[in-house]
T-cell receptor, first 113, second 114 residues
Framework: NAGVTQTPKFQVLKTGQSMTLQCAQDMNHEYMSWYRQDPGMGLRLIHYSVGAGITDQGEVPNGYNVSRSTTEDFPLRLLSAAPSQTSVYFC????????????FGDGTRLSIL | EDQVTQSPEALRLQEGESSSLNCSYTVSGLRGLFWYRQDPGKGPEFLFTLYSAGEEKEKERLKATLTKKESFLHITAPKPEDSATYLCAVRSIGGGTSYGKLTFGQGTILTVHP
């Protein structure tokens, strides 16, 4: 099993460009989420999904969109990139959102110039 | 609002020198406390879940304990390969949009010298 796979691993964008960060899991997990990790800030929740067709906002959702058309995939879209979105982005999944631990991908390192 | 504070920010140990990392938390009701290990350039790797005060979990040289206000990650006779950032996170019983959300601390950077 691959677990949680994120692509690309690195990306450089110019301000105003859009892009999609891909996330796929092969564990048939219902709960998936996106975090960003910034120095001194810890991991912060951007968006999450409790199942196919259901998404909701986390604590820092502005500038990002998500969709969940299948159980396996949970892409994160940057609508118009801004330098403040320079960060490392992690996707995570878990069997449920109550008691089970979340398993993380290895991240996408994104720089906005 | 859930809060998690980890200390120290960084810890340097000699190989074999045991120590503890601290995770203090404030939640409306604890559903679970999670410890993760993160290596440079990698995502967090799950270590332990603790659900109630008094609970303990062990894995090799690591032992996690939980009280009503804090958790400790004890490292016994550490080796250089234990060097990593250790993250603590809590999940509260809060409802609505916060349900299921993990709140993370900023982590403790552990360096073990040979």
């Amino acid at each position: 099993n691959a677990g949680v796979t994120q692509t690309p691993k690195f990306q450089v964008l110019k301000t105003g460009q859009s892009m999609t960060l891909q996330c796929a899991q092969d564990m048939n997990h219902e709960y998936m989420s996106w975090y960003r990790q910034d120095p001194g800030m810890g991991l912060r929740l951007i968006h999450y999904s409790v199942g196919a067709g259901i998404t909701d906002q986390g604590e820092v959702p502005n500038g990002y969109n998500v969709s969940r058309s299948t159980t396996e995939d949970f892409p994160l879209r940057l609508l118009s990139a801004a330098p403040s979105q320079t960060s490392v982005y992690f996707c995570a999944s878990s069997r449920d959102r109550a008691n089970q631990p979340q398993h993380f991908g290895d991240g996408t390192r994104l720089s906005i110039l | 609002e859930d809060q998690v504070t980890q200390s120290p920010e960084a810890l340097r140990l000699q190989e074999g020198e045991s120590s503890s990392l601290n995770c203090s938390y404030t939640v409306s009701g604890l559903r679970g406390l999670f410890w993760y290990r993160q290596d440079p350039g990698k995502g967090p790797e799950f270590l332990f879940t603790l659900y109630s005060a008094g609970e303990e979990k062990e894995k090799e040289r690591l032992k996690a304990t939980l009280t009503k206000k804090e958790s400790f990650l004890h490292i016994t006779a550490p080796k250089p390969e234990d060097s990593a950032t250790y993250l603590c996170a809590v999940r509260s019983i809060g409802g609505g949009t916060s349900y299921g959300k993990l709140t993370f601390g900023q982590g403790t950077i552990l360096t073990v010298h040979p």
